[in-house]
């Protein structure tokens, strides 16, 4: 490498060093790229601002082949120190300043936020000092976190784009998928939902569910059949992806597959990256989203008080299986009482339009499914403990729903 190399060829060098290291041998050609990198004859500010813009053309690119932040981030977590996911943030941060707001999906906006991705620095030419700083770390150290985070970046893979592009969505379209679901409404779900968790009184929570099922099961209705009426041109099924992080993350997709399934949804699990891909029309997502984490929340609670006393019992050594198990017999009771109460559903609707409307929606969802997905395969679950599979079941049987009452 030549002294007089600009910093931006510096460490673009760096990464394309690494990108055929194996895995054995990755951290000590990491720590020597980074001497390479924090010696860079221009300076450590010029080597500063050459690492924003070449991580923000690695983010980008990792858009462009179907990431989004949180899937980064989720990534990172499982595989970089928390330093380097930190790193990573800050990268998406300085990527986003090239776009306007309003250019940006809903869930794209919201998941910058969750991530934390702000940028905090002053300049460009000072963010690595600033970074050091914050983690107390020295500049050869403060390389090699770089040098870390953008490597496990540059190196994703293509996956399916979900959704626009940052910088792309057209105002009119964020708008539309903001108010999929009005706020109001949207509002009045939630605070129903966080409330049912919290309460310590059944009937309560049953009061509150029932009311939570009411508002999502019409709303779901009645904007199939507004859409269905329509004029114009109408929107077709979308996508977003929901994070399934382990541990037991077969039995959480299992969830939120009967989940998306009782909601006119299709959902894909992408086990390697610890997300699915949930199908389905706009309003049905938000829908999704909101009583999988309910219902998530309830089985993890309930999961833990059986395997505490599970483990009071003396048989400490089966509660992974016992937890596995619950969660596993949980889902697919859940899925069972879902069904039902769809079924319930409709069978109340007095408009003869609803059944046909509904199935030429499950009908536009599976041929997107097919076409982002066309190649699945399906794994059937089984418990390996058999006081959890049942304790599951009951627990199951206990749950509030948000999107149904109990079978």
Request: proline fraction near 4%.
């Amino acid at each position: 490498m030549q002294n007089n190399e600009p910093p931006l060829e510096t460490v673009s060098a760096a990464l394309r060093g690494l990108r055929a290291v194996p895995g054995d041998a990755l951290e000590d050609a990491v720590y020597a790229a980074a001497s390479v990198v924090a010696a860079a004859p221009a300076g450590w500010e010029a080597v500063s601002g050459a690492v924003l813009r070449v991580g923000s053309g690695i983010a980008r690119r990792c858009w462009e082949h179907g990431w989004q932040p949180a899937d980064v981030v989720r990534l990172a977590r499982r595989e970089l120190t928390a330093a380097e996911t930190r790193f990573a943030v800050d990268v998406i941060a300085a990527e986003a300043r090239r776009y306007a707001p309003e250019t940006l999906a809903t869930r794209w906006a919201a998941q910058l936020e969750e991530i934390g991705a702000r940028e905090w620095w002053q300049g460009d030419d000072t963010f690595l000092e600033g970074f050091a700083g914050r983690e107390r770390l020295s500049r050869f150290e403060t390389a090699a976190c770089a040098l870390g985070a953008l490597r496990l970046m540059d190196a994703l893979p293509r996956i399916g784009v979900v959704g626009p592009l940052p910088g792309t969505a057209h105002v009119q379209a964020v708008r539309a998928q903001a108010e999929a679901v009005p706020p109001r409404m949207l509002g009045r779900i939630r605070a129903l939902l966080a409330k049912a968790e919290s309460t310590q009184f059944p009937d309560e929570a049953e009061a509150l569910s029932a009311k939570a099922q009411q508002l999502m099961a019409r709303h779901s209705i009645d904007e199939a059949l507004l859409a269905a009426g329509s004029t114009g041109p109408s929107e077709g099924p979308g996508a977003c992806r929901i994070g399934v992080e382990g541990p037991y993350e077969s039995a959480k997709a299992l969830l939120l597959d009967a989940v998306a399934a009782a909601n006119h949804c299709q959902a894909v699990w992408s086990a390697e990256y610890g997300f699915s891909t949930v199908v389905g029309f706009e309003a049905d997502l938000e829908l999704v989203e909101l009583l999988y984490t309910s219902l998530l929340v309830q089985a993890t609670s309930a999961m833990r008080r059986a395997a505490d006393e599970h483990h009071a019992r003396g048989r400490s050594r089966r509660t992974r299986d016992f937890r596995e198990s619950f969660l596993i017999a949980y889902a697919g009771r859940i899925s069972d009482r879902l069904s039902a109460a769809v079924r319930d559903v409709a069978a109340e609707e007095s408009r003869p339009e609803v059944l046909p409307v509904l199935a030429a929606r499950d009908v536009e969802v599976g041929e997107t499914a097919g076409r982002m997905f066309p190649e699945t395969t399906s794994h059937r679950l089984k418990g390996r403990d058999a006081e959890g599979w049942a304790r599951g079941r009951e627990a199951a049987d206990a749950a509030r729903l948000a999107g149904g009452t109990g079978a």
